[in-house]
């Protein structure tokens, strides 16, 4: 089998740049016999940086990478000459990637836009040379300071993919085929579970030249939460979408069962998913007459707005198009508290049909050690 290109889990160690030492030089020139001290300060080591970047969607650039290391600064020198900064090491990141303490699990940032740059371990500072520490009583200084130590730690990057809507629904419920007729994407498609083995992306064309961004999201099985299926790798993803589109077929046993059953998995996995805005759409309902419709729209949960749909042959698309810009957007009231009445919204999809509108990674900590530098005082000229 194939690797996959989405990685979306990775695990590094970074460390930051030492800085360098001040110099103790001494400036004694033949027409100036008393020049005193000169020594320059030593230059900044180098920091370790995330920056977002809208041209990246997975990990996979970062997979192979283990250890990312700045530069370290360099020492100073004579005529009050500072040392070289150490080369800064820029680590561009999918917008959606949250940074962790692989050690002790503790949160660190989060990128989520586009040239954002966090610091993510500072560079340790230069030390100052013996130019500044002259004075009255002591002209001839003959120390300076060494440079700040390097920083180091072990980090792990999670992408969660930043969408407006997120496709929630078992496997085989009809997500790849919504995304593929909504957006230009071109996800896989096939008769047999877990089709979809990552994640997919697709950007939603609306009225008026707007738009909104489509996770389609592996199929979730009951127990996913507890690991089981693949659920429970991807559910991260649907923590980061605005709204969630629940997709279940019209020819399910049980509608509104297998709708809880989802819900119940995502609330399992994360509590606070309960919050987000709800949508269910009903999907593969190009066989359904209006009376098989209208025998099971009072089985659906009554709490969220339902739609019927049927993606091949665009039943209810225009519908649904409303609906999720509606909840994403709030920007009418009238349609907004259209939204949450289901019979009005089936009522508006039937006259909108008849005007014809419808359209891990292993990790190995051994480095190698950085030889100390030993301080040395420059000698002065006889």
């Given at each position: 089998?194939?690797?996959?290109?989405?990685?979306?889990?990775?695990?590094?160690?970074?460390?930051?740049g030492?800085?360098?030492?001040?110099?103790?030089?001494?400036?004694?020139?033949?027409?100036?016999?008393?020049?005193?001290p000169?020594?320059?300060?030593?230059?900044?080591?180098?920091?370790?940086?995330?920056?977002?970047?809208r041209?990246?969607?997975?990990?996979?650039?970062?997979?192979?990478?283990?250890?990312i290391?700045?530069?370290?600064?360099?020492?100073?020198?004579?005529?009050?000459?500072?040392?070289?900064?150490?080369?800064d090491?820029?680590?561009?990141?999918?917008?959606?990637?949250v940074?962790?303490n692989?050690?002790?699990?503790?949160?660190?940032?989060?990128?989520?836009?586009?040239?954002?740059?966090?610091?993510?371990?500072?560079?340790?500072?230069?030390?100052?040379?013996?130019?500044?520490?002259?004075?009255?009583?002591?002209?001839?200084?003959?120390?300076?300071?060494?440079?700040?130590?390097?920083?180091?730690?072990?980090?792990?990057?999670?992408?969660?993919?930043?969408?407006?809507?997120?496709?929630?629904?078992?496997?085989?419920?009809?997500?790849?085929?919504?995304?593929?007729?909504v957006?230009?994407?071109?996800p896989?498609i096939?008769?047999?579970?877990?089709?979809?083995?990552?994640?997919?992306?697709?950007?939603?064309?609306?009225?008026d030249?707007?738009?909104?961004?489509?996770?389609?999201?592996?199929?979730?099985?009951?127990?996913?939460?507890?690991?089981?299926?693949?659920?429970?790798?991807?559910?991260?993803?649907?923590e980061?979408?605005?709204?969630?589109?629940?997709?279940?077929?019209?020819?399910?046993?049980?509608?509104?069962?297998?709708?809880?059953?989802?819900?119940?998995e995502?609330?399992?996995?994360?509590?606070?998913?309960?919050?987000?805005?709800?949508v269910?759409?009903?999907?593969?309902?190009?066989?359904?007459?209006?009376?098989?419709?209208?025998?099971?729209?009072?089985t659906?949960?009554?709490?969220?707005?339902?739609?019927?749909?049927?993606?091949?042959?665009?039943?209810?698309?225009?519908?649904?198009?409303?609906?999720?810009?509606?909840?994403?957007?709030?920007?009418?009231?009238?349609?907004?508290?259209?939204?949450?009445?289901?019979?009005?919204?089936?009522?508006?999809?039937?006259?909108l049909?008849?005007?014809?509108?419808?359209?891990?990674?292993?990790?190995?900590?051994?480095?190698?050690?950085?030889?100390?530098?030993?301080?040395?005082?420059?000698?002065?000229?006889?």
């Open positions: 089998m194939a690797e996959s290109n989405f990685v979306d889990y990775v695990k590094i160690y970074c460390r930051s030492k800085g360098g030492r001040g110099s103790t030089h001494m400036r004694r020139e033949k027409y100036i016999p008393k020049g005193g000169d020594g320059g300060d030593g230059g900044r080591g180098g920091h370790v940086i995330l920056r977002g970047n041209n990246y969607w997975t990990l996979l650039h970062l997979k192979y990478q283990r250890h290391l700045a530069g370290h600064g360099e020492s100073g020198s004579k005529n009050r000459s500072f040392g070289k900064d150490g080369e090491k820029v680590i561009d990141v999918p917008c959606g990637t940074v962790y692989a050690e002790t699990g503790e949160y660190i940032c989060d990128v989520t836009e586009h040239g954002q740059e966090v610091v993510l371990l500072k560079g340790g500072r230069g030390g100052l040379g013996n130019w500044h520490f002259r004075t009255a009583t002591n002209q001839a200084p003959r120390y300076a300071q060494p440079g700040e130590p390097l920083q180091e730690m072990t980090v792990i990057m999670e992408l969660k993919l930043l969408a407006d809507v997120g496709l929630v629904g078992f496997p085989n419920a009809g997500k790849s085929t919504l995304l593929a007729a957006s230009a994407a071109k896989k096939a008769n047999y579970p877990f089709t979809t083995l990552e994640p997919n992306l697709g950007i939603v064309s609306y009225r030249n707007k738009s909104f961004v489509m996770a389609d999201i592996p199929g979730i099985i009951e127990g996913a939460s507890a690991g089981k299926g693949l659920g429970l790798r991807f559910l991260r993803h649907i980061r979408n605005s709204l969630l589109l629940f997709m279940v077929p019209a020819d399910s046993d049980d509608i509104r069962k297998e709708y809880e059953i989802l819900l119940n995502l609330s399992t996995f994360n509590p606070e998913m309960l919050d987000k805005q709800r269910l759409a009903v999907t593969k309902c190009d066989m359904l007459d209006q009376e098989l419709i209208d025998e099971i729209e009072p659906l949960p009554e709490s969220i707005p339902h739609v019927f749909i049927s993606s091949v042959s665009g039943l209810g698309i225009s519908v649904l198009k409303d609906i999720l810009w509606v909840e994403l957007n709030k920007e009418s009231n009238q349609i907004e508290s259209l939204v949450h009445r289901p019979k009005e919204v089936n009522r508006l999809q039937q006259e049909k008849e005007m014809g509108e419808d359209e891990d990674l292993t990790y190995n900590d051994e480095l190698p050690d950085d030889e100390e530098e030993e301080w040395e005082e420059e000698e002065w000229d006889e």
